[in-house]
C-alpha cells in the first residue's frame, strides 16, 4: 500500500471556499465539507507522490508549521502512514480517489 | 428582523441555471412551467456572466447549466463554462444530449465542464423516443459517446413513472454499458406537466414494489462501480420529501427570463412574486426578497407541522405540491400521512391501483409554441 499511488478522482474537484471558509471536495450534485488534515491529504493526491512520500510530505509540514517542533513532538511516522492510508481507504471505497500502482513496478 | 433573518440564513451551495425552455423533447413529464419564456425574453451570455459573478460571491460552489436544452441557446455556452470554471465552480451540463457531438464536447471540456448529466426516457429506443416525442435515442448514445471520448464523467438521468419503470432492469443495464459513473432515477414529480398527466404517470404499488426489488439488487451487484440514486416515490412513502433541502436553504434556480426561484418550480405558486436578477442582485434576493423568506423557518407552518417532531426532517414538505394539489402553498404536503388533505394522495393512488379501465385519454406532451409567455 506505501509505495501505491493515489489520485483524485476526475469527476472531483477541491476547492478552499472563502465565504464558509472551509475546504471542500466538489463532485456531481454533491459537495463534501472537508477537515484540514483530510484536506491536506487530498491535495497531494495528483497521481505522482506514493502514499510513503505524501506522508514525508506531510510530515515536514507538521515540522515547520510548530516552530518549537523536535521530532519526538511529531507522530510516529508509521503511524501517521497507517491512519493516511485508512483514510485514502474510505475515499477509495466512497469513489472519490483512485489507487495506481508505482510505475516503477510496472 | 432583517439582521436576525440574515444570521441564520446560510448561502446557497447550488445553482441551476436554465439557460432556454426550448427542447427538441417533449417529454409529458417536464418540469418547465406551462407557460414558457420567450426566445427573445432569454438572458445573453453578458448577464448570465454577471450571475455567475454574483452566485460566487454568495456562496454557490456547484452552478448545474440546464433547460430546456442548454445547447439549444442561442448563445455562448462555453463563455459561461470558462467563466464559471474560473470563479472555482464545480459545472454540470444537463443535457438531452441533442446536438453534443465529440467536437462540442472537447470545446466545453477545454472550457472547464467537470460533468455531463444525459437523459435517458427509458433503456430501449422505441419506448424512449416515445416518451420524449421524439427520435432522440440514437443521439443520445452519440452524444454520451462522445462524454467518453473526451474523458469528462458521466451521469445518467432517468425519469422514471407508469409507462417505464417495468424496465427498470434495461434501464441499469444502459447505464452499465455505457460506463455511466452515476445514474440517477428521479420519480416524477407531478407539477406542471406531469401534473396534466399525472392519471397516465403514477406507477402502481405493485410496480414500486418491483422496481424496489430491482434496484436494490443492482446496488449490491454492482457496488461503488456506478453510484445509484432512487428514492420511493413521495406518493408511496407516509412522509414528504424535504424539497431543496427546505425553501431558499441550500440551492436556488435563476429561469431563463431571470427569475429568480428557490427551486426549478416554485414559479408555479400563485401570490409570490420573483425577482428578477435585472432588477436586483442575488445577493439582495437570496437573503431579503419576501419570496425567499416566505418558507424559511417554521412561522409559516400550519399547525400540523408546527406541532410534529418531523418538521426538522421534512420541513413540511414540498411547497410547490402543496399549492398544486391544495392551492394553498401554506398547507401541510399532502404527501404527509397526518396532512389534513392527505385524501388528495390517496384517491390519485387508488385510481392508479385499481384494475379498472384507465380512461383512454391521451398523454400530453409538453410543447414550447402552444405556451409562450
Redesign the interface.
Known sequence: MSSTIPKLA??G?L?Y?K??GNH?L????K?VVLNDSAASILTLCDGKDSVHTITEKLRSSLQLKSSQATTNGLPDFQKMEEDITNFLKEMV???WVVMQYDRAQE | MIEHKNNRVQPPYSLLAELTHRCPLHCPYCSNPLEMTLKDHELKTEEWCRVLTQAADLGVVEVHFSGGEPLLWGEDLEALIHHATRLEMYTNLITSGIGLTTEKALRLKDAGLANVQVSFQAGDAKLSDQIGGFKAFDQKRKAVQAVKEVGMHLSLNVVLHRLNIDSLDEIITLAEELEAGRLELANTQYYNWALLNREKLLPSREQIEQASKIYEEAISRIGNKMEIIWVIPDYYASTPKPCMGGWGAVALTVAPNGDVLPCPTAGMIEGISFENIQKSSLNQIWYESTSFNAFRGEVWMPETCRSCDLRHEDGGGCRCQAFALTGDATATDPACHMAPEHSIIEKAVQNANSSSEKPSSPVIYRNYLQHLK
Open positions: 476526475p469527476k474537484r476547492k471556499d465565504v464558509r471542500l466538489l463532485l456531481p450534485e459537495v471505497d466512497q469513489g
